[in-house]
């Protein structure tokens, strides 16, 4: 049982791991990670059948700093935990991000993955929440002037610190996914398995968060929403409660650095939305 590259012909046993977790991510979702970085894909198959799996998504370096790699889709079916699978598919995958000059890895863990990650070499960084908005009646009221998306660095550089221009157009690719532009922000959104997503959202300032939120719920009011966001950044909290959010969920953001490496600067405080725990 030794890992292997995933390919489109392990779909299905893809999705069958995501349903028997409970993820919201769909088939979009493990055909994107698959179509950016095919060979970054491991699983591990029993039976005939892959029931593990661990993969990477990387971005690139900016101003001089490390180019970054987020991974992400590390789960194992309930059927075969305690076997070691989680830990033999992260160790392959971090020496093989070492090898290739990822000096910056990240990850979002759960409790039940912490531990392992920690002994990867991993350390906690910051907490991260998910909030949920149940259905509603009442629409919401798009407000103030949102445009087509268009991929900004200016904007997005800085608040998420690395180049996302390979992810956030490939995220448009998925059946009803869509996206929108204003002043001073951009937020996106697509479908899930259990809930519609929103994110990732990048503004300079809450107003321009609260233009885009509108944007989103007046689409999808009538929906289950997921958004997943920073709690350090207090004006998403509060945009998120006072839009019908509430927290449910609590992970934690964890960083490898190889030796003498150092992120570049960042904003955490201008993402008001993660683009997922897989992507960051």
């Known amino acids: 049982m030794e890992p292997e590259v995933l390919t489109l012909a392990d779909l299905d046993d893809l999705l069958a791991l995501c349903r028997a977790a409970n993820w919201n991510q769909t088939e979009a979702d493990w055909r994107r990670v698959l179509k950016l970085e095919p060979e970054l ?12 799996a661990a993969a990477a998504v990387t971005y690139p370096a900016w101003e001089g700093f490390p180019p970054l790699a987020w991974i992400g889709m590390v789960l194992t079916h309930p059927d075969h935990r305690g076997h070691g699978f989680a830990r033999r598919l992260m160790t392959l995958l ?10 910056v890895q990240k990850l979002d863990a759960t409790s039940m993955g912490q ?24 629409r919401v009221h798009a407000t103030g002037v949102v445009e087509p998306f268009q991929y900004d660095p200016a ?18 690719e998925a059946p009803g996914a869509d996206a929108a532009l204003t002043e001073g922000g951009f937020a996106m959104g697509r479908p899930g398995a259990i809930a519609t997503y929103f994110g990732p959202c990048a503004a300079r300032s809450p107003l321009a968060a609260k233009r885009l939120a509108n944007w989103f719920l007046a689409r999808h009011h009538g929906e289950v929403v997921f958004w997943d966001l920073l709690p350090q950044n207090g004006e998403a909290q509060a945009l998120a409660r006072s839009l019908g959010f509430r927290p449910v969920r609590t992970l934690v953001r964890m960083v490898r650095l190889a030796p003498g490496s150092t992120e570049p600067p960042r904003r955490d405080g201008h993402i008001f939305a993660i683009a997922g725990f897989e992507f960051g």
């Open 41 to 52: 894909c491991l699983g591990i198959r029993a039976s005939g059948h892959i029931v593990a």
């Open 94 to 103: 971090t020496t093989t991000l070492d090898r290739r000059g990822f000096a």
């Open 115 to 138: 531990p392992l990650y920690e002994q990867c070499g991993f350390r906690a960084e910051q907490p991260i929440e998910r909030w949920r908005r149940e259905p509603s009646k009442k």
């Open 155 to 172: 904007l997005d550089l800085p608040a998420f610190g690395w180049d996302r221009s390979r992810l956030l157009p490939s995220l448009l």
